[in-house]
């Protein structure tokens, strides 16, 4: 008997049987991914083995709301995270925080199918001439640039960014939100006091 590509031995297949010997693999690579792979394979297996017992065990009325919280709590909290991602949210935080403004001379990308797409070409404060990526252009010739990492770029422009933030909401920021409400109203449930 062959068993994912590597031959079953006859003491596991007589004492474990087929059924075993599958589930025991699927753990064993489980246990792999977990162990060697991504971190998202770690928070994900705390978030079942902490919050699934939570969500069973505290008293909530109605008892399905901690499930369905359980359950859409992860599609929001990655629907925020690609909204934020979408509309540059973060890049426009470090921007915010520790951007420097300068003098730039754009160019049409000529490798890029967009209008909208352009080379930057400027110099950070200590003088180094430095060539990146734009998708907006500003009205001035100006850029902020992340003085950690000089190929992070955003050109000023409120208006257009302004739309991309809506529509990136209403595409999928949204759906995030929704998928949060049971999570908040089983919060709520919670925490009210009880007569």
Not at 66 to 85: C, D, E, K, Q
Not at 97 to 121: C, K, N, Q
Not at 138 to 160: M, N, W
Request: net charge positive; charged share 20%; glycine share 8%.
């Amino acid at each position: 008997m062959v068993f994912y590509g590597r031959p079953v031995s006859p003491l596991e297949d007589r004492f474990v049987g087929p059924v075993g010997c599958f589930s025991l693999r699927v753990l064993a690579d489980l246990r792999n991914r977990v162990r060697h792979g991504s971190p998202w394979w770690r928070r994900a297996l705390w978030y079942v083995v902490l919050g699934f017992p939570l969500v069973v065990l505290l008293p909530v009325k109605p008892r399905f709301l901690g499930l369905l919280a359980w359950l859409l709590l992860p599609l929001s909290v990655a629907s925020l995270r690609a909204w934020v991602s979408m509309a540059e949210l973060d890049t426009r935080w470090v921007m915010w925080r520790r951007g420097i403004t300068v003098r730039a001379r754009f160019e049409s990308d000529p490798h890029s199918d967009s209008t909208s797409s352009y080379i930057v070409h400027f110099r950070t404060l200590d003088g180094r001439k430095v060539t990146a990526n734009g998708q907006v252009r500003g009205r001035r010739e100006e850029i902020r640039y992340d003085p950690q990492d000089p190929s992070r770029v955003l050109a000023p422009t409120r208006v257009a960014w302004l739309g991309v933030a809506v529509a990136a909401f209403m595409v999928i920021g949204f759906w995030g939100v929704v998928f949060s409400i049971p999570a908040v109203l089983w919060l709520i449930g919670l925490l009210r006091p009880v007569p």
